[in-house]
DNA sequence: TTGTACGCGTTATCAC
DNA sequence: GTGATAACGCGTACAA
């Protein structure tokens, strides 16, 4: 509510004095502080943010932001943790945003963004050619990108090693005696999904097990794609003895199904998902998983376009974490 | 990047016409609209939402702050979600924080929002007598609880009814001719938990049940809490039969107890949580539990912030929606 | 050491 | 119908 302005008439100083008591300014003598401090408490001083912000072209917003596709989704509310945590850390606010892998929606916030002036950018980029970052990232705006990678934008990058985790999830199954193991993948436009693909025909190969098409399903990442398409999978006339399905909420998709058809797990079919859940041991049953570091990512993330905010002109870097296998009773 | 400034100049009109056309005035002329469009376009301008909200005091901002204690919390994730898509449908963006039911940051982010400017702030209060909250609002800056009430404030408010959704899962569970009910409850300094007390102990009450108050524990609403009331509770002399958790968080922590320990569920130990979990279905046991309508919380909320930003003057308001019962194995 | 004055990008109120 | 111009609250170069 205050101004500097109605702090300095109380004080009977100039504006200029108590900004500079405010931001610590040297030059200032004691007992000028004194009264200016006075007044500040007095009138219960907040400086205006927003009036900073104008001023100041710069970094100074202490405001960064953060688009996710869905803060429902454990592995993104994770993220957003590790990023929130880290914003504090430094003081910075964060603007969050859900853009249900929406371009239209993504594109909305992003412009958001831009307008209020962040100082930088924290989002797992909708797939490898997304224009909005591209468009983004050419205004100079600090972008950091998270999970997903992007094809030409060289920005900086934290990201999990997605194959390594898909070939161990698989290799796992494959040591388990199982042949013919169905996949449900996200949309081949993430470069996530492609990596976990990969990974997945790669342990094939290297048992020289021979690949299934029709063993090969693509989700959208959400529960219903992962319950219809398990539900495909375990129709077929030869259906698959495992199910590794690429995402979290897709998993649990899956299970509905098993348990709907009232297949006994492992037995029947064995399953492993990618992303752990704080209840993963509690379900029925624990799940067998590829833990990925989100947390991490998130705070990570979130430190990488703090450095960056300082110095703007650094090489871009790419973080590579570790997934990790998580063994429990589904395998 | 570009300015009102910048396009005047390129369209060879004043800031004003430029303004003007922007704000769909109708007072300018089809060729100089044109011009000027032309301008906005070449140059793509974007308005700054920082001047935009310096100049305007009032509810203009189009951006509401939204403070919660944890993200990561599938109920507060769900709430976060209403608010936000109701925000979304009005083109307001959110500033999403978490107070992790600690009242410094929640000082903390109360203190950036007013610093920012918002138009409104939506949250849960730390308790019932938040003085934080109480501050915010003496400022004249609208202020929406949800889930939780304030003793003397009056606010617009969004809650639940959570005496009748502890009534029932409790007669629920008496019904089923338990009579050593285990209760696990949150902090007493919040009004739900109170009201989820009062719920247990109306409806052991109405079939004359005498209350063990050895079998009332309060916990944080985290994991970790339910994890070890229930282990206490399990490990008296005199066991309940059946546990109610009052949160989803604790709920899943006492399942752990309930497995480590290997009892059985329902048969050893009946169990209902409050807040359902979209994955309850695949627990095991699948879970029984008060399920509380968390997105149509967040959407009324923020949809009672909206009127009341458009007029400050109307009275407070109280939104109470009614939760409802989710039976599934665990009982 | 302190004060004055300008500019950040808008909107709004005046004149013309 | 259009153009100056004054705020909004802050930081800072420059003057005193």
């Known amino acids: 509510m205050a101004s500097l302005q109605e702090v300095a008439q109380r004080a009977k100083v100039s504006i200029a004095t108590v900004s500079r008591v405010l ?34 072209k710069d970094g100074r917003a202490h405001l960064v932001g953060l688009i996710i596709p869905d803060i429902q989704n454990p592995f993104y509310a994770e993220i957003a943790r590790g990023v929130e945590d880290a914003a504090y850390a430094a003081e910075y606010a964060l603007l969050l ?3 249900d892998e929406n371009p239209e929606k993504e594109r909305f916030y992003l412009n958001v963004m831009l307008s209020e002036s962040v100082d930088g950018i924290v989002l797992p980029p909708f797939d490898d050619t997304d224009a909005a970052v591209i468009e983004i990232a050419a205004t100079g705006m600090p972008v950091v990108c998270v999970d997903r990678s992007m094809a030409k934008l060289k920005t900086d990058l934290v990201e999990v090693d997605n194959h390594r985790g898909a070939f161990e999830a698989v290799s796992h199954l ?18 996530t999904s492609r990596e976990r693909r990969r990974g997945y025909l790669d342990a094939l190969a290297e048992r020289e097990i021979a690949v299934r098409k029709d063993l090969m399903r693509a989700g959208d990442f959400k529960q219903d794609s992962g319950r219809i398409l398990a539900n495909e999978l375990l129709a077929l ?5 495992a199910l590794f399905v690429c995402n979290n909420l897709m998993t649990v998709g899956a299970l509905a199904t098993i348990h709907q058809r009232g297949l006994r797990v492992p037995q029947d079919v064995a399953i492993v998902g990618f992303d752990d859940l704080p209840w993963a041991e509690a379900l029925d049953p624990p799940l067998t998983v590829v833990r990925q570091p989100a947390y991490e990512v998130g705070r990570e993330a979130m430190e990488l376009l703090l450095k960056r905010i300082m110095d703007p002109d650094r090489a871009p870097v790419t973080v590579r974490l570790l997934p990790e296998m998580v063994t429990r009773s589904s395998t």
């Open 237 to 241: 006339r030869k259906p698959p003895t």
């Open 23 to 56: 931001n610590k300014s040297d030059k200032v003598v004691p007992e000028t502080r004194a009264v200016v401090q006075q007044a500040l408490r007095e009138l219960g001083y907040r400086p205006s943010r927003v009036a900073r912000r104008l001023r100041m």
């Open 174 to 191: 494959l040591a388990k005696g199982h042949e013919h193991i169905g996949l449900i993948e996200g949309r081949s436009q993430v470069s």
């Open 97 to 99: 945003c859900n853009s």
